[in-house]
Each structure stands twice: as C-alpha cells, then as structure tokens.
C-alpha cells in the first residue's frame, strides 16, 4: 500500500506504519554501500519547503531523494517570495505547478501540511507543523528501538521534558502506543498540556517516576525560544529538576537506550555524559532519518498501484 499524503500518525493504521519501518531496513542496506544509489525514483522530483530552521530532517530528506534517484530543490523562505507576502496557498500552487511530485513541508502553523493538500496534486510530507506533529521523526525512532529491542509491544518508553511545545512527543505517542509501548511522560507542570492522560500515557511531574525500570529514554528538546513565557524559572533549574543526567539514567533497565530528536541543549535537557555514553542511539536516529525517509518517498510515489490518504 502506498501513501498519499503523510501528515501524522494519529490516524495512520498500524498496518501502515509497520509497512514503513519494514520498508526502512532494506533502505537502510543502501546508505552502507560504497555506492549510494538506486534508480527507483529516477524522474521524480522532491522538493523540501522549509519556513523553519532545520538541519536533520531537511538533510536528510535531500539525501533520501538523492539516493533513490529523485532530482531535488529546496526552497529557503527567508529568501524566497515568502518574504513579499506571498500566501502558503499560492507557494503549494507554484511549487506544484513546476511538476514537483512530493513536496515536503515544515511550517510553523499546526496543520499547515494539510492545509497544502487541498491546493495541490503533490504528494505532501508533514515535516513538523507547529506544535502538531513531527510523523518521520517518530517513525524513525521506532525504528531506532526496533534495531536495538527487537520489539516494541511490551516495552516502556520514558519521554521527558516539554511535552506541551513538542510535536515530536506527540508523534511518538500515537506511533508508539499503537505498537503497544507502555509510555510513561514527564515534565514541569507547565510543560504538561491538559488531559495527556486521555492519550494513553502515563504522566508525572517528576522524571524519577517515569524513568524506574524503563527500557527505552527520549529526551526531548527544551525549545528556548519557548521560555521569554516564563514556563520554567531558569534553565539551570530545569537542569537540576528535569535533566536527563546518569544518576537518572541508573534509575532505567540496565540496557536501556537513550534517544535525542536532536538538536540537543547539551547540560540542559541531557549531559554530555549521557548523550555521548554507551546508551546514546541519538547519531544511530541520524542515520535511521535517511533509511525510514527513503522508504516514505519510495511507498508514496512508487510503493503500489492502489492509493488513499493518510491523515
């Protein structure tokens, strides 16, 4: 089955995420190779649609068209017509009008993604809205913890920090609970958006809770540009509270595996003991981004005959 649109995981059927992270091991085997590249896209062109700053996911969307073949443009709204006012409907109408076949958007507005399917014949790829949802990402950390579990039913997941800013937590959440992941969440109070509960999860105001015998930690990022709202008294503070510091990490499994969607606040939200340590999978995520990307842009363009949306 492919997939039309790939807006976020909260309606994608199990059955389709598993497709996905299958999909990405066999993409993954080409990364490795000496030469990094196939045919199945050749004549299909992405384009990646970025109205904020990113580095991973941007990258790594290039690279994972570039390897299947695909020709690729990007465009910079700081320097494109976005700057004269020019509305998201109307760049989804000319990016699509160019003969683009996937366009991979992140925009700072929750359901902006969606918003461009209606105005374009385009494959769309939700590469973070707002404070909605992040799907590759958390479709790429499931496969992290495949690669290092073997599974993910049964397994629990700690996810820290500010839940209530983080589309990345919110992707992760849906995605890990349909696999069955007991996940536990923990943050400051005024990180921890209002009936979380409802979700499925667990949730603390104190990270020791959430991480006692945990087989897998997400730190998430602390998003400073958040706190001019006065949600935490200091970063420093945050650190010694909510930190993700080895004493912390010794409350977990002993095989437990530590994860980062990156970028990381480093003696903020994790330590470099942590982030660096034997535990980290956070530059083995970098590497999956390409893999579990790869297999997106392949099942959306080419993955099958028969088509339908995927909310």
């Known amino acids: 089955m492919s997939i039309k649109h ?7 059927p199990v059955e389709t995420i598993t497709k996905i992270l299958d999909t990405a091991g066999p ?9 990094k590249k196939v045919p199945t896209l050749r004549g299909k062109a992405v ?10 996911t941007r990258l790594s969307f290039e690279l994972a068209a570039k390897y299947l073949s695909a020709d690729t443009v990007g465009l910079a709204t700081a320097s494109s017509s976005v700057v004269k006012g020019e509305t998201l409907i109307d760049t989804a109408r000319t990016v699509a009008a160019m003969g683009v076949d996937v366009i991979v958007l992140r925009h700072p507005m929750s359901g902006a993604a969606e ?4 105005y374009t014949d385009a494959y769309v790829v939700n590469a973070g809205d707002g404070m909605h949802e992040h799907p590759t990402q958390a479709l790429l950390d499931m496969f992290t913890i495949l690669e290092s579990k073997n599974r993910i039913s049964g397994l629990k997941v700690a996810i820290l920090g500010d839940i209530l800013h983080s589309r990345v937590a919110r992707s992760n959440i849906w995605g890990l609970t349909k696999l069955g992941a007991e996940v536990h969440v923990a943050g400051p109070p005024t990180m921890l958006p209002a009936g979380l509960e409802q979700l499925g999860v667990r949730v603390y105001d104190r990270p020791e809770a959430a991480l006692e ?30 930190g993700l510091n080895a004493e912390r990490l010794a409350l977990t499994k002993d095989d437990a595996v530590v994860l980062h969607p990156g970028p990381m606040n480093r003696g903020v939200e994790i330590t470099a003991e942590v982030a660096d340590g034997s535990r980290s999978l956070i530059t083995d995520q970098v590497t999956n981004g390409v893999a579990v990307r790869m297999a997106c842009l392949y099942l959306m363009t080419v993955g099958d005959a028969s088509r339908e949306d995927i909310d």
């Open 213 to 242: 015998g945990a087989d897998v930690v997400m730190a998430l990022r602390l998003q400073l540009e958040r706190q001019r709202q006065g949600l935490i008294p200091s970063l420093r503070e945050y650190a010694r509270l909510y």
């Open 115 to 118: 918003l461009m399917t209606r």
């Open 47 to 56: 384009a990646t649609v970025f109205y904020e700053p990113s580095t991973r």
């Open 27 to 35: 993409m993954k085997q080409i990364i490795s190779r000496d030469l």
């Open 6 to 12: 790939l807006l976020g995981l909260e309606h994608l």
